[in-house]
């Protein structure tokens, strides 16, 4: 059964897989970085009010799942979690290390609806690893 949110006039479930890469897709999301990528975003996403469902990090890209209130537009969430946590990982992460200026992330992203089938999204969100080492195998029917 679906849980559904409410604002002053409206009630709604409004979810999103997101995925961003770093800028150059440079594999550089392992290890410090990696183990606190997840809480930095967690703690900006809480800023705005979007609830990260679920994440998962890869060497080259991020998988996470967003509900976001329809008050609100993806694109300026996700603007908000790159912009903010570019600037923050520079500062606390990356301090000896720079890349170009304090740009971390590649400009866009890819963005679907989730819709009913969230368990199956966040079950393909938690095995990546799996997938991407052929290892795992997900059923997407």
């Known amino acids: 059964m679906h849980?559904?949110?409410s604002l002053s006039h409206v009630r709604w479930e409004c979810k999103y897989h997101v995925v961003t890469i770093p800028k150059y897709r440079l594999k550089v999301?392992?290890?410090k970085l990696r183990k606190q990528i997840g809480p930095?975003?967690?703690?900006l996403c809480r800023q705005?009010?979007?609830?990260l469902l679920e994440g998962h990090t890869m060497p080259d890209h991020i998988h996470m799942c967003l509900s976001i209130p329809p008050k609100l537009s993806v694109a300026?969430?996700?603007g908000f979690l790159k912009g903010k946590s570019a600037v923050r990982i520079h500062r606390e992460l990356l301090k000896e290390r720079r890349m170009?200026?304090?740009?971390?992330?590649?400009?866009?992203?890819?963005?679907?609806?989730?819709g009913l089938d969230e368990e199956r999204i966040r079950k393909y969100i938690r095995e990546q690893e799996?997938?991407?080492?052929?290892q795992g195998d997900l059923d997407l029917k």
């Open 3 to 5: 849980e559904w949110q």
């Open 29 to 31: 999301l392992y290890g």
């Open 40 to 43: 930095m975003l967690r703690e």
């Open 48 to 51: 705005k009010g979007v609830e």
């Open 76 to 78: 300026h969430v996700i």
């Open 100 to 114: 170009t200026g304090l740009h971390f992330w590649a400009t866009g992203y890819c963005v679907s609806t989730v």
């Open 130 to 134: 799996k997938l991407e080492s052929g």
